[in-house]
């Protein structure tokens, strides 16, 4: 399946916040990408995992190593 980047559930104004889904930013064919019941449930996976690694190492999302979270879904056996 195609990445999906971190930065995209990351809002441009907003600190402390993650989004997932449909109010991800992506261009039009990102979102035809990524729009699948799968695409999203694995979106929102991250988000969370994302979420809790946040709140362990005490972190803003915006602050957050993107290789934590893939490291963490690997270790989980999401498929990346």
């Known amino acids: 399946g195609a990445l999906f980047p971190y930065r995209s ?6 600190d ?4 997932a889904g449909r109010c ?4 039009m064919l990102g979102h035809y990408g990524g729009k699948s019941m799968g695409n999203m449930i694995s979106i929102g996976q991250a988000a969370g995992v994302a ?3 946040c709140a362990q190492l005490g ?3 915006r602050a957050l190593d993107y290789h934590l979270i893939q490291a ?3 270790e989980m056996g999401v498929s990346l």
């Open 9 to 14: 559930l990351l809002p441009e104004e907003v």
């Open 16 to 19: 402390g916040l993650l989004v």
């Open 24 to 27: 991800s930013s992506a261009t």
């Open 51 to 53: 979420a809790a690694l």
């Open 59 to 61: 972190v803003q999302p």
């Open 72 to 74: 963490k879904l690997d």
